[in-house]
T-cell receptor, first 111, second 116 residues
Framework: GQQVMQIPQYQHVQEGEDFTTYCNSS?????IQWYKQRPGGHPVFLIQ?????EVKKQKRLTFQFGEAKKNSSLHITATQTTDVGTYFC???????????FGRGTSLIVHP | EAGVVQSPRYKIIEKKQPVAFWCNPI?????LYWYLQNLGQGPELLIR????????DSQLPKDRFSAERLKGVDSTLKIQPAELGDSAVYLC??????????????FGPGTRLTVL
């Protein structure tokens, strides 16, 4: 079955430092979604990428979809304490209606 | 606009007892998902509904888990009997149409189940 691997599992940064999480799929994806889950909260949709090589930006967040549509990354520039949470990627394989979630990367920002 | 509503938020039961979770999706969302989330893990799909039809239920442990969405709106997930390993957060999510290119999922707050 499809597997989605996410690294690192945890990342500690000082406020102001950059942060990147990587997502790799065992199969080619039709699209990939990113969600953020605050401690004690539920996943909240951030963005969806569909096209090979696609890059999207949301303020300090930059999302990339690999050329082969098997990997993706989320980069946060100059982290803030409000960025704390777990970031999940969810990849949907071609022909499937169901995204498979990665384990997530927990971001801890030290003030 | 109201989000996905789930109840109860917390449930503590003893093993072998039954338990039920309720979900009301966002109005107009045809697709409803039930996920299980263990600590430190991503959500794992249990079942997906398209309107009142259950599809993609291969991950649902059918010996003890059941779900229904009788009128294609709200849904109930039941466990009977519960086991210690069922302790987790049960998340409900909804989206407009799973088959479209854009199927952002909206998650409810979840039900945290503790089985003693």
């Amino acid at each position: 079955g499809q597997q989605v691997m996410q690294i690192p599992q945890y990342q500690h940064v000082q406020e102001g430092e950059d942060f990147t999480t990587y997502c790799n799929s065992s199969t080619t994806l039709s699209n990939i979604q990113w969600y953020k889950q605050r401690p004690g909260g539920h996943p909240v949709f951030l963005i969806q990428l569909v096209k090979s090589g696609e890059v999207k930006k949301q303020k300090r967040l930059t999302f990339q979809f690999g050329e082969a549509k098997k990997n993706s990354s989320l980069h946060i520039t100059a982290t803030q304490t409000t960025d704390v949470g777990t970031y999940f990627c969810a990849g949907r394989a071609g022909g499937s209606y169901i995204p498979t979630f990665g384990r997530g990367t927990s971001l801890i920002v030290h003030p | 606009e109201a989000g996905v509503v789930q109840s109860p938020r917390y449930k503590i039961i003893e093993k072998k007892q039954p338990v039920a979770f309720w979900c009301n999706p966002i109005s107009g969302h045809n697709t409803l998902y039930w996920y299980l989330q263990n600590l430190g893990q991503g959500p794992e799909l249990l079942i997906r509904y398209e309107n009142e039809e259950a599809v993609d239920d291969s991950q649902l442990p059918k010996d003890r888990f059941s779900a229904e969405r009788l009128k294609g709106v709200d849904s109930t997930l039941k466990i009977q009997p519960a086991e210690l390993g069922d302790s987790a957060v049960y998340l409900c999510a909804s989206s407009l149409e799973a088959g479209t290119d854009y199927n952002e999922q909206f998650f409810g707050p979840g039900t945290r189940l503790t089985v003693l």
